[in-house]
């Protein structure tokens, strides 16, 4: 059922401010797992919900943070569109706020952009009870410091996302996703190559010897691509790049420590000593290795980062440390939106 919430939530807010009392922001929770462990009093969103506006003819769709992720999909696709960056839901309790908030993106991410690229405008509740609104429903509505944008993957340690304001895209004809028999170092020069080409690959991965490669277009095009192009014709393809975007694939099963490896695509294997999942044309990699494991410096020769995605054990450091300045940057920021840091404290770092 929709409703809106913002009174009841701002409410609790300025009232923890009052106490000091440190607030977890929650969703459906299907997320949970990802970052440092929450504390606090629970701050329930999932029943702020509801669609407030799409516009087909105009790309944009606004609604409350707690609507289902699954409900928003459902209200594009009955008009021929979608999320373009194919976000992950890893729970069928999947909310608008806590995909913006974590930031994440699925298959295409490569190809079709960043979340944050999509975020046109947000309505927050800030840590002391405010309610502000950033940008609006056009590309062009921000003079200075984009903020809406600087929510997606902020974690909710800045504020409470109300309603999210995002630009959708129109589905494409067809796809069709061709599979080759290739090692890493070669799937990933041939990742490069592709990125230089004209193709029109939507996603690529690779994993367990082969390379997946996703393109889009009329049956015409995608006929002349697999021409072009070779290999095998993966059938039940939707499927598989939804193990990927859901990690319900075999190679996310188990307890081991997943680590995010993001680097640029031209680094060469990372020598973690163990086999990775490849995705986003060699942007992103995933390894399961120790916790311990120096992944956040072989990451960082690399020219990237890394995150400990999942099965972090008690007290290690889920996310790269920040150098000085920019840990400055973020308790200033942190300050402004909650000025008691009473929002999500600890949930990326200690420090904030």
């Known amino acids: ?8 939530l701002a409410g609790q807010a300025r009232d923890a401010t009052a106490r000091s009392a440190p607030l977890r922001i929650v969703g459906g929770d299907t997320k949970g797992f990802l970052g440092r462990p929450g504390a606090g009093e629970p701050l329930e969103v999932a029943s702020h919900r509801g669609v407030l506006r799409h516009d087909p003819a105009e790309l944009v769709i606004t609604a409350r943070a707690g609507t289902p992720l699954a409900e928003i999909e459902a209200c594009l696709a009955a008009h021929g569109q979608r999320l373009a960056f194919e976000p992950p839901h890893f729970g069928v309790g999947a909310t608008l706020g806590g995909t ?5 993106a699925g298959p295409a991410r490569a190809w079709s952009g960043p979340l944050r690229d999509y975020v046109l405008g947000v309505r927050l509740l800030t840590g002391d009870g405010r309610v502000l609104r950033f940008g609006g429903e056009v590309m062009k509505n921000v ?10 993957g902020s974690f909710g340690v800045l504020g409470v996302l109300l309603d999210v304001s995002l630009k959708v895209l129109p589905r494409p004809p067809g796809e069709r996703t061709l599979a ?3 090692d890493e170092s070669a799937a990933l020069d041939r990742l490069a190559d592709l990125a230089r080409g004209a193709l029109p690959l939507s996603a690529g ?13 009329s049956e015409a095009t995608l006929d002349d691509v697999t021409r072009r192009v070779g290999g095998e014709v993966l059938a039940g393809s939707n499927g598989f790049w939804a193990s990927l975007r859901e ?7 188990g307890s081991a420590a997943l680590w995010r490896c993001t680097v640029p695509s031209q680094a060469p294997p990372l020598p973690l000593g163990s086999a990775p999942l490849v995705e986003w044309n060699g942007l992103q990699r995933w390894h399961r290795c120790d916790a311990a494991a120096p992944v956040f410096a072989v990451a960082a020769a690399a020219g990237g980062h890394a995150t400990l995605f999942r099965h972090a054990p008690p007290g290690a450091e ?3 440390a920040l150098d000085a300045p920019l840990l400055r940057l973020h308790r200033q920021l942190k300050h402004v939106f909650d000025p008691a840091a ?6 990326m770092y200690a420090e904030l």
């Open 205 to 217: 991965s690779w994993a367990d010897g082969r390379l997946f490669l996703r393109f889009d277009g």
């Open 143 to 152: 003079a200075g410091y984009d903020v809406s944008r600087l929510l997606a």
């Open 1 to 8: 059922m929709d409703r809106d919430c913002t009174n009841e």
């Open 342 to 347: 009473i929002l999500n404290p600890g949930h």
């Open 100 to 104: 913006v908030a974590c930031g994440l």
């Open 247 to 253: 990690q319900t694939h075999p190679f996310f099963a």
């Open 180 to 182: 080759l028999e290739l």
């Open 318 to 320: 889920v996310f790269a």
